[in-house]
């Protein structure tokens, strides 16, 4: 925990007031304007350029916040609907600053809309801030139910808002780069159903052309992380120390070995380097380590209710070297055991902004070290460092002058429908209420072909803006109070068969008989039509019931010859689900795992085949078999709940597909197989005693994660080593908990679902046939046993024997020694082997309660763990949050200290 700055806390407002009278139509913009110039101009402080928006704030007047000399103005020019609230009075005093006394609310609406100025084509940052205070008095953030909100950033989804089980004082804050669109930048919240969206403030920034280079049109990034190391006080830094009003963390370890530089010299950019403009405040300062070390490790890892589905993350170090004395230090970085760059030498009192640009390297929790070479005589330092997640901009807007006349058309009219904010086509399941747009053309941005705005009360003369939409197909206006003039350009398209208008019952009809007016075109009788009418409909009618006939026949015969080629296609369903991973096709699955041809597993949900992706990434697809799909009721809520479930010894869920023949599941794929092969298959030498404790270690966190970490909790049912799966790095990863039902407090904890492999099953579910989380501890102990000695859980020598039993006989016949698998040939740690097999066998107690908990199982496991001194290991989340007290909270307790890495 840091101490924040006192200029951050209890800002006070400076009023601003103005006044102005207009006419309806032009107050909103008038208004705006004069809001925007008050924002610039007070003072003369305001940076140009920024938007500075106080969520909730009821005064129409725009205030000053002295300490950072920025304007704040109230919201209700920039968004419709919604609710003013102030947070509750016991948080009012230490609010970290006075935008986050009020916020506004939005129970109204799946999507509700900001829209902030902006100039097509221009960089910006955009930083949204979430303190809940307990405004509702409904202490929603702590009452055990999900809390969680979506954010879209113009059309496309950017990150979730997930305030479970977190303190209500806490203050979140969410930052994206990304370009302008148009004139305007859209930013939505989305209601998931898990709580009503909120926002306290929101501000946007613009940034220079020429930074963030890989931002562009098609790419956003989304903050992670940023960093300024030092000896620093404040715990953020901000405007006007940057210029752009940047957050920089501070990350400053005062304890032996690391030590803390500073300069009070300028360090400038190397020439034509302006990609991130660092303030030389910033590189001012540095962290290295004494020259008795050689590398430390920046550990980067998301919070547990961090909803970022399949992070994809770029780093951006930023070094320069304040050491005056022409030092010799070089050194490589890597990412997670890949080297990024080699030789590095920091230039001197020039900032060296090193990444890859464009690449975004990892998915998820990893970690980068940066290790002194072998000529180097000094040790890494770093000054500053920056993590972005990628935010893919895939949808189109539409289309800019559809978008411009639909508004103004909304405004002519003055309807005040929830749902007509944002943008009006997409994302398609938030589409404006009454109109239906043409996405058939994917690479152009989509069009309106129909508007009804049938029954609305809408009254005056008709839209002429209408004349400029023109892709728009069908208009239907009828039983409105609509009256004067139908423009003429409007009823030559409808002449032309080009526009399909409806007016009836309006005013503007009641001397018009045209068809527009009429409704329902009139029925002409003809004579002697009947057989003709007759003929043309019976023809095709007994034709088509020959070819349906014939194309039945045809299937019937050929269905056990051919079934592979059947049309899965038809049997897609359209479920939507809002959650931000790939939706596969059959046809898709089929490609990508050459027909189904590789088989690398089978279980009780199915078949496991081996795929690549289209851009070479190999996948693991497991496909439910058939004859259970009927059966998988839960098949979609199991999904959500996986495409949620995020931690580094979890596998990650790709995608799925949902087809009413095939539904799978799409997941990262794991080069070295299970814990089970490696246990009894030829690769066994590779796993050394602390190799194997670090995947127990894993396995421990990642069940730990979805026992205490997830809202609702989940009980994995079937926890063995067929389970544990192990990537390229030796990493244990735990497999198959997604299709283990969630529990909460007000199901006491218990499944009663069937589950678990003969061997790992718990004692006390053969008595009682309920499941709980100390279920899963009895399985892992049985696991544990499996690492320490290489034996099954059940042995066959001649009799049947479980192996728990069998490790305590040996221990009753002889010493601990002959517990322990031959093939480590001796060479483990006898302290870490007694510690080992004590937590085993207390975790596989015949009593659930006296059985430990995940929790004490991973603190023990570390403790078993050889400690290597020279490399350190620094941890960073990615859940920037900033507490009442000006405290930056980091989402796990500890993470703030240095602590010791093993050398894994």
């Known amino acids: 925990m840091f101490l924040a700055s006192k200029h951050c806390k209890n800002q006070s407002r400076t009023m601003i007031s103005f006044s102005c009278s207009a006419s309806p139509k032009l107050t909103s913009i008038l208004a705006l304007l004069l809001i925007l110039v008050t924002m610039i101009q007070v003072n003369g402080q305001s940076p140009p350029g920024f938007i500075s928006i106080d969520c909730g704030w009821e005064n129409s007047s725009a205030y000053l916040n002295g300490a950072l000399n920025i304007v704040y103005s109230?919201?209700?020019?920039?968004?419709?609907g919604g609710q003013n609230h102030q947070i509750s009075p016991e948080f009012i005093e230490d609010a970290f600053n006075?935008?986050?006394k009020t916020l506004r609310s939005f129970p109204g609406g799946s999507r509700n809309c900001y829209t902030l100025p902006s100039t097509a084509g221009k960089k910006y940052l955009l930083r949204a801030m979430f303190t809940y205070g307990n405004y509702d008095r409904l202490n929603?953030?702590?009452?055990?139910?999900?809390f969680l909100f979506g954010l879209h950033i113009g059309v496309n989804f950017w990150e979730a808002v997930n305030l479970t089980n977190w303190d209500p004082s806490v203050t979140v804050f969410k930052e994206v780069l990304t370009v302008a669109p148009s004139n305007s930048v859209s930013f939505c919240l989305i209601n998931f159903g898990s709580g009503i969206p909120f926002i306290s403030s929101l501000e946007l920034r613009p940034l220079q052309d020429t930074m963030y280079p890989f931002v562009n049109t098609s790419v956003s990034v989304s903050y992670f992380k940023r960093c300024r190391f030092g000896n620093i006080t404040d715990p953020i830094t901000r405007y006007p120390v940057d210029d752009y009003d940047r957050f920089w963390e501070s990350c400053t370890f005062t304890s032996y070995p690391f030590i803390n530089l500073n300069t009070n010299k300028n360090v400038g950019s190397l020439p034509g380097n302006n990609d991130f403009n660092v303030p030389s405040a910033i590189l001012q300062q540095t962290s290295t380590l004494d020259t008795n070390y050689s590398r430390f490790s920046i550990n980067v890892a998301s919070a547990y209710n961090k909803d970022a589905l399949s992070l994809q993350l770029l780093p951006i170090f930023h070094f320069t070297e304040i050491n005056g004395s022409n030092p010799n230090r070089r050194f490589d970085i890597f990412s997670t055991g890949e080297v990024l760059f080699q030789g590095f030498s920091p230039s001197p009192l020039q900032v060296d902004s090193m990444y890859k640009s464009g690449q975004f390297l990892q998915k998820g929790d990893t970690f980068f070290t940066l290790d002194k070479t072998p000529g180097s005589s000094l040790p890494p330092l770093i000054n500053a460092f920056e993590v972005y997640s990628l935010v893919q901009m895939e949808n189109l807007t539409t289309d800019f002058n559809d978008v411009y006349n639909i508004k103004q058309i909304k405004t002519h009219y003055n309807l005040a429908r929830t749902s007509w904010n944002g943008d009006p086509c997409w994302p398609r399941e938030y589409s404006w209420e009454g109109l239906t747009c043409d996405y058939s053309k994917s690479n152009q941005n989509p069009r309106i072909v129909t508007l009804n705005l049938s029954t609305s009360g809408l009254g005056g003369r008709f839209a002429i803006l209408l004349m400029n939409m023109m892709s728009l197909e069908n208009f239907n206006l009828s039983n409105n109070k609509i009256d004067g003039?139908?423009?003429?350009?409007?009823l030559q398209r409808v002449q032309a068969g080009l526009l399909d208008l409806r007016l009836e019952g309006n005013p503007v009809c009641s001397n018009n008989k045209d068809s527009y007016c009429i409704g329902k075109k009139k029925k002409k009788r003809r004579r002697n039509t009947t057989p003709i009418l007759l003929i043309a409909v019976i023809v095709p009618v007994?034709?088509?019931s020959l070819l349906v006939g014939m194309c039945i026949l045809w299937k019937l015969y050929w269905k056990d010859k051919s079934g592979d080629n059947e049309n899965y296609a038809m049997y897609e369903e359209e479920t939507p689900l809002h959650i931000d991973i790939r939706r596969f096709t059959y046809t898709e699955l089929k490609l990508i795992t050459n027909n189904f041809h590789s088989i690398i597993g089978k279980g009780g949900f199915g078949i496991v085949y081996h795929g690549i992706l289209e851009n070479g990434d190999e996948v693991a697809v497991k496909v439910l078999m058939e004859t259970s799909i009927a059966e998988s009721t839960d098949?979609?809520?199991e999904v959500q709940t996986l495409s949620k479930v995020h931690h580094k010894n979890l596998v990650t869920l790709q995608g799925y597909c949902q087809n009413k023949k095939c539904l799978a599941l799409v997941y990262d794929f794991m080069p070295r197989g299970n814990l089970q092969q490696l246990l009894r298959g030829g690769d066994v030498y590779c796993l050394n005693w602390e190799q194997r404790l670090h995947i127990a270690l894993d396995a421990a966190q990642g069940l730990e994660y979805i026992h205490e970490l997830c809202t609702p909790s989940i009980v994995h049912r079937d926890v063995k080593t067929p389970n544990i799966l192990l990537n390229k790095n030796m990493v244990g990863i735990i497999s198959d908990f997604g299709l283990s039902p969630a529990f909460n407090d007000a199901h006491?904890?218990?499944?009663?679902v069937a589950a678990g492999t003969f061997g790992y099953l718990d004692p006390e579910y053969h008595a009682s046939f309920k499941l709980t989380v100390k279920t899963d501890i009895y399985s892992y102990g049985i696991v544990l046993l499996?690492?320490?000695?290489?034996?099954?859980?059940?042995?066959?020598?001649p009799q049947t024997i479980h192996l728990p039993n069998r490790v305590r006989q040996k221990i009753a016949n002889g010493s601990i020694h002959d517990v322990v698998d031959k093939r480590l040939l001796d060479q483990y740690d006898a302290h870490s082997l007694q510690s080992g097999v004590d937590l085993a066998m207390n975790c596989v107690e015949n009593a659930a309660i006296n059985r430990p908990t995940m929790t004490e199982v991973v603190s023990r496991l570390k403790m078993c763990l050889p400690a290597v001194p020279e490399q350190l290991h620094l941890m960073v989340t990615g859940v920037p949050t900033i507490s009442n007290e000006g405290n930056i909270q980091t989402g796990y307790s500890g993470t703030s200290e240095i602590s010791i890495l093993s050398g894994r």
Do not use: R
Not at 140 to 146: I, N, P
Not at 485 to 490: A, H, V
Not at 748 to 752: V, W
Not at 786 to 797: C, H
């Open 635 to 637: 098949f979609l809520p």
């Open 74 to 80: 109230s919201d209700v020019w920039f968004v419709e």
């Open 485 to 490: 003039p139908i423009p003429y350009y409007i």
């Open 786 to 797: 499996e690492i320490i000695t290489g034996q099954p859980p059940v042995l066959m020598d």
């Open 98 to 100: 006075g935008q986050q």
């Open 542 to 544: 007994v034709l088509i």
């Open 748 to 752: 006491t904890h218990i499944s009663t």
């Open 140 to 146: 929603k953030t702590l009452d055990g139910s999900l």
